[in-house]
Nanobody
Framework: QAQLVESGGGLVQAGGSLRLSCAAS????????MAWFRQAPGKEREFVAA????????RYLDSVKGRFTISRDNVKNTVYLQMNSLKPEDTGVYYC??????????????????WGQGTQVTVSS
């Protein structure tokens, strides 16, 4: 079972950047496809980005394409989300998730087995 811990959130002005990190422990990190989701107040949790086990495949929410980049380091057991040109609508709690089946890069909350506690990202206008 994987334990996931996110970090790197904070308050930033529109147009700024943040880099989120998610450190995994408890199992072989490279077994899992990894993803980032976010949840704004009063809204459902939504997919943001995902990456396959060895980084060969990535998927993004349309509204973050060209601004966000997901990557991973299987030596450091860490997945990253580089967020540039941030907008107020990017505000929310960002969660890291792991998919142990890792058949294909998944987009739905229900397809992920392990979750971190979340890190708050606030973008001011």
């Amino acid at each position: 079972q994987a334990q996931l811990v996110e970090s790197g959130g904070g308050l930033v002005q529109a147009g700024g950047s943040l880099r989120l990190s998610c450190a995994a422990s408890g199992a072989s990190f490279s077994r899992y496809n990894m993803a980032w989701f976010r949840q704004a107040p009063g809204k459902e949790r939504e997919f943001v980005a995902a990456i396959s086990r060895f980084g060969s495949s990535t998927r993004y929410l349309d509204s973050v394409k060209g601004r966000f980049t997901i990557s991973r380091d299987n030596v450091k057991n860490t997945v990253y989300l580089q967020m540039n040109s941030l907008k107020p609508e990017d505000t929310g709690v960002y969660y890291c998730a792991a998919d142990r089946r890792a058949v294909a890069v998944a987009l739905r909350v229900s397809e992920y087995d392990y979750w971190g506690q979340g890190t708050q990202v606030t973008v001011s206008s």
